[in-house]
């Protein structure tokens, strides 16, 4: 899973900086939907490692170097994704995209 991640994050990162280059809104557009995926993969990897963490207590380090690791490509995923933003507006002048579709529950609190 983390090895999806990886690649979603390179190719969301690439497709962006080509965007940005030819002054593509839509190729921007389509890397700004990708983001949920991302986030959605993250928030799945991130059940999987606690739960290998609950499970026995010495997969506890390499779970949270890979949880690290996971959210540090999720946040290239934002960072693409903000980017895109910035395109849409370059070309347009405008921002009527909706809000984006968040995925990452792992920051969430339930509600009370």
């Given at each position: 899973?983390a090895?999806?991640?990886?690649?979603?994050?390179?190719?969301?990162?690439?497709?962006?900086?080509?965007?940005?280059?030819?002054?593509?809104?839509?190729?921007?557009?389509?890397?700004?939907?990708?983001?949920?995926?991302?986030?959605?993969?993250y928030?799945?990897?991130?059940?999987?490692?606690?739960?290998?963490?609950?499970?026995?207590?010495?997969?506890?380090?390499?779970?949270?170097h890979?949880?690290?690791?996971?959210?540090?490509?999720?946040?290239?995923?934002?960072?693409?994704?903000?980017?895109?933003?910035?395109?849409?507006?370059?070309?347009?002048?405008?921002?009527?995209?909706?809000?984006?579709?968040k995925r990452?529950?792992?920051?969430?609190?339930?509600?009370?």
């Amino acid at each position: 899973m983390a090895i999806g991640q990886a690649e979603s994050s390179k190719s969301g990162a690439a497709d962006v900086l080509e965007a940005y280059r030819d002054g593509d809104a839509e190729r921007a557009l389509k890397v700004r939907a990708r983001d949920a995926e991302l986030d959605a993969q993250y928030t799945a990897l991130f059940r999987e490692l606690l739960t290998y963490m609950m499970e026995d207590a010495r997969n506890i380090t390499p779970c949270t170097h890979l949880l690290f690791m996971a959210k540090n490509l999720e946040r290239i995923g934002d960072h693409a994704t903000n980017i895109a933003e910035n395109i849409w507006f370059l070309v347009h002048g405008d921002q009527p995209l909706p809000p984006r579709d968040k995925r990452d529950e792992t920051s969430t609190t339930g509600s009370v």
